[in-house]
Structures are given as C-alpha cells and as structure tokens.
C-alpha cells in the first residue's frame, strides 16, 4: 500500500519544512550582510555554505520527508532515518558553520562550560554511543515511539551527543579539546567499536525485539505521532506488513545492518581523510629534516 494515503501533511511535514527554509535563510545572512556585526569574521566561501545547506537538506530528508514517516511504519525505515541525522547531518553542521559564528555561539557564559565539558573526547564517545544503545532497548525503544514529547525530546537529546562527539574531531575551538594524528584514528575506531553491540543485538536477534513495529496497536499509536488523527481515524490498519513485504525479523534486521553499513562508511571517510592529512604532515617534516641537514653548497 502506498504512503499516500496518510496525506500530503504527513509524508512532507510543510511546517518543517518552513523551518528549514528560515535556518538557510538565517545562515545566509549571518554570513553574508550581517557578517560584521561579529568579531573577526571572514568571508564564507560557496563551498562551507553548500556543506550547510546540504545538512539542513538531510536534516528535512531525515524528519520531514516519506522517510520521517516511513520509520514510523517500519524499523528500516527508522534506523536510515536516524543514521543519517545523528551521522551524517551532525558533522556537516560543524563544517557548514564558519568558525567566526560558532566561537560567537560557543563563548557565551551558558553555553561554553557545557560545551567544554561535554566534548571531551572520551566522555563524548562514550556517551554518544551509550545514549544511542539505550534508545534501543526494546521497552525505553517502545515508551519513546509511543509519545511525541519524549521521541522528539530523546532524538534531539541524542542529536546533541552525536554533535559533542564530533566536535573534537572536527571542532575549530580551541576551549573544546580538539585531537589531532593518530589519536584522531583512535577516536574514530573506539566510536565504530562502541556503537556495534547495539547494531549486533538487533542484526543478530532471533525475534522481533520492538512491539511498537510487531504489536499492531502499538504501531498504530506510533503513527499517530506524525499522522494527524483525523486521517488516522479514517484508515483500516492492521501492520507494517501493509507497506513492506518483508517479515518483521528480516525488516529488523535489515534496519541494523543499514545502521552499521552508514555508520561503517561515514567513519570510514573520515579515517581516510584523517589519515592521509597526517601522512601528509608527516612527509612535509620529514622534507622540512631533510632540508636542515644537507649541507649547504660550497660557495
């Protein structure tokens, strides 16, 4: 059956959307015409505001788009849903914000504690990942599906984790315990270690784990968080089945498999990146050496 007959407001979120519009908007003129208005500012180049408007792209693919809705009905759907907002949406938002307009967010006497606290590397990754592996266990995993208040509360909650987790690895400021060389390489490791055990319990169950997507009660109450409820109460529902063709195992199953399969790539990217920008340092002092000790030529 078609996503369609949940209506245009469910499967397109327009007010999100608006939303998303007014933060492009307000980033453009942040820093475009009221770039000086902050301190040390610097032109923003076409590429940093692409990497921005890319995020709050994703950002709408992730919870106002089918897919928002789609993960509603199907854990699949949920779990690409949220890789690719607390994965991938997470770090562009650093690299799209100039480091001008953060230090101007991040030096403010309520928000810098905080920050610095929570973005020292270990702690960050530890908690990300703790936080995202209690999301998922079945019975907080079914509390939170079936309340607007405490799913959009948990899914912002865990988003800021993913941003503190990456700050260090990406982050400009210097309050905020940037790492650099081959324990960068280790961070991303100890991140793609600690986030697995949540993504094997759930590949290598033997069961379905969520009665918010096996209990068709409870998969109706879940839709009723982005379906309005009077076009819920006009529809005969009765499962996910209505819109895949997979069994519950195997569409569970799959969800965790694309978890891990995103997770896998984007750090992967970003252990590539890493490690060629220290091997390039690394041959640029090697060169540097090898300069300071030739001798000089005979005059």
């Keep these: 059956m078609s996503l369609d007959i949940f209506g245009f407001r469910a499967m397109w979120s327009p007010l999100f959307f608006i939303f998303c519009v007014i933060l492009i908007v307000l980033y453009l003129l942040l820093t475009d015409s009221l770039r000086h208005y902050f301190k040390n500012s610097e032109p923003v180049s076409l590429k940093q505001k692409l990497v921005f408007i890319l995020a709050i792209v994703l950002l709408y693919v992730s919870k106002g ?6 993960g509603h009905i ?6 690409a849903s949220m890789a690719i907002l ?11 914000v100039p480091e001008w307009l953060w230090k101007a967010v991040m030096e403010k006497p309520v928000i810098k504690p905080v920050v610095k606290f929570f973005t020292k590397p270990i702690l960050a990754m530890i908690l990300f990942n703790l936080f995202f592996s209690l999301y998922h266990v079945p019975f907080i ?4 599906k079936s309340n607007y208040i405490y799913h959009e509360a948990a899914t912002t909650f865990i988003f800021v984790f993913a941003f503190f987790m990456y700050w260090p690895l990406i982050g400009k400021s210097p309050n905020c315990h940037p790492i650099g060389g081959l324990k960068k390489i ?3 490791l100890g991140n793609s270690v600690l986030i697995t055990p949540a993504c094997g319990l759930i590949i290598f169950a033997g069961a379905p784990l969520f009665e918010t997507y096996s209990n068709p ?5 879940t839709l009723s968080l982005c379906v309005p409820s009077d076009t819920l109460a006009g529809l005969s529902l009765s499962g996910p089945q209505m819109f895949s063709g997979m069994p519950l195992l195997e569409d569970q199953q799959l969800g965790g498999i694309i978890m891990k399969v995103i997770q896998e790539l ?3 990217t970003f252990l590539a990146h890493v490690f060629f920008e220290w091997a390039k340092k690394e041959r640029e002092k090697d060169d540097i050496d090898v300069q300071n000790l030739s001798p000089e030529p005979n005059k």
């Design 266 to 268: 984007v750090y992967g």
């Design 217 to 221: 009660e409870a998969w109706v109450k």
């Design 65 to 70: 788009s089918p897919l928002d809705l789609l």
């Design 186 to 188: 280790a961070y991303i």
């Design 86 to 96: 607390f994965l991938i949406v997470a770090p562009l938002l650093i690299i799209g």
């Design 74 to 79: 199907t854990f699949t759907g949920h779990m």
């Design 141 to 144: 995993f079914d509390t939170l």
